[in-house]
């Protein structure tokens, strides 16, 4: 059974995640140096989260299809997506075995991994929010 019932709540726990990484200074600081735009490409249910800091001074999030372009773009399941934020995956061998296939300059978006690593009790929080309103 998939972590998540379908897309809207995917995007609900999403959402939820981005609102409160972007209120985090230090982690999102880190990524809006980056300037990247990442597209996380999700199935089982299928999604599109698209995380723009290119403009080095805001982190814009869009949830399903949108005409920013991304600079790199991460496909995976969802259920890997959920396992990634909960601090269980390691996202190189994730590539290497092609759980995440990826576009564009990866090793740009790898470099960003300990910048989200505080993220990960953050989308404990989240999760746990969520069970205790189901």
Do not use: H
């Given at each position: 059974m998939p972590v998540f019932a379908d897309t809207e709540a995917l995007y609900k726990v999403m959402d939820e995640l981005w609102k409160r990484i972007?209120?985090?200074?230090?982690?999102?600081?880190?990524?809006?140096?980056?300037?990247?735009v990442v597209r996380f490409v999700y199935r089982d249910p299928e999604g599109l989260v698209t995380i723009d800091g290119s403009d080095g001074q805001t982190i814009k999030v869009t949830?399903?299809?949108?005409d920013?372009?991304?600079?790199?773009?991460?496909?995976?399941k969802s259920d890997f997506a959920h396992?990634?934020?909960?601090g269980r995956e390691n996202v190189p061998m994730a590539?290497?075995?092609?759980?995440?296939?990826?576009?564009?300059?990866?090793?740009?978006?790898l470099a960003l991994?300990?910048?989200v690593r505080p993220a990960f009790s953050i989308y404990n929080k989240v999760i746990e929010d969520?069970?205790?309103?189901?």
């Open positions: 972007i209120v985090d200074k230090d982690i999102s600081q880190r990524l809006l140096t980056s300037k990247l949830l399903a299809q949108c920013t372009r991304p600079i790199v773009e991460m496909r995976m396992s990634f934020w909960m590539l290497m075995q092609g759980k995440i296939v990826s576009a564009g300059p990866v090793q740009r978006a991994l300990p910048a969520f069970e205790r309103v189901a």
